[in-house]
Antibody, heavy 121, light 110 residues
């Protein structure tokens, strides 16, 4: 059974860069059937897709955040990562890493448990 | 402001049938399939319906999806108390090099 686990700082200062890593277990991040992505949810609000990456490093990003988001993959560690630069309080949210089906990227069939990242000085 | 439009809330009594709508445009629902996610309180979302009307293994057949033009619907029949959750629709959007878009979510009260 595929499992995903987010890790990284839970508190980030305004203007700094938010960095999270997702460790994949129970399957290979090099699977041709998978895109790996990040989705966030401000407390009490809706879902926002941040972007996704294929193991060969083909990426898609949310156009509204593209200038601040970088997603990368480390096949040797079976991990992928998110960097969100110049954060503000509006970036406070639960951040989920997720597996997207490569055939239909909008299908997210495995989710991490999510981690709350707070932006505050 | 979400790209896909959902009603913020819906309600029903046990045993009833409820539907949740999701409205989009030609660049998303009009040209791509729709997926639905269920989020129980305090948990990560779970895939409920994919490719408009397909249920993943383990999802009861009380849940069904449909799509017509630039709109989609999720129907829940035989409503149960454990169906009380937030429901989100999602689709691929072909604009701006392509990206995933979500609805704002519908809170279902039973």
């Amino acid at each position: 059974q595929l499992q995903l686990q987010e890790s990284g700082p839970r508190l980030v200062k305004p203007s700094e860069t938010l960095s999270l890593t997702c460790t994949v277990s129970g399957g290979s991040i090099s699977s041709i059937n998978s895109y790996w992505g990040w989705i966030r949810q401000p407390p009490g609000k809706g879902l926002e897709w941040l972007g996704g990456i294929y193991y060969r490093e083909s990426t898609f990003y949310n156009p509204s955040l593209k200038s601040r988001v970088t997603i990368s993959v480390d096949t040797s560690k079976n991990q992928f990562s998110l960097k969100l630069s110049s954060v503000t309080a509006a970036d406070t949210a639960f951040y989920y890493c997720a597996r997207h089906r490569a055939t239909t990227i909008s299908v997210v069939d495995y989710w991490g448990q999510g981690t709350l990242v707070t932006v505050s000085s | 402001q979400s790209v896909l439009t959902q009603p913020p809330s819906a309600s029903g009594t046990p045993g009833q049938r409820v539907t949740i709508s999701c409205s989009g445009s030609s660049s998303n629902i009009g040209s791509n399939t729709v997926n639905w996610y269920q989020q129980l309180p305090g948990t990560a979302p779970k895939l409920l319906i994919y490719s408009n009307d397909q249920r993943p293994s383990g999802v009861p057949d009380r849940f069904s999806g449909s799509k017509s033009g630039t709109s989609a619907s999720l129907a829940i029949s035989g409503l149960q108390s454990e169906d009380e959750a937030d429901y989100f629709c999602a689709a691929w959007d072909d604009s701006l090099n392509g990206h995933v878009v979500f609805g704002g979510g519908t809170k279902l009260s039973v």
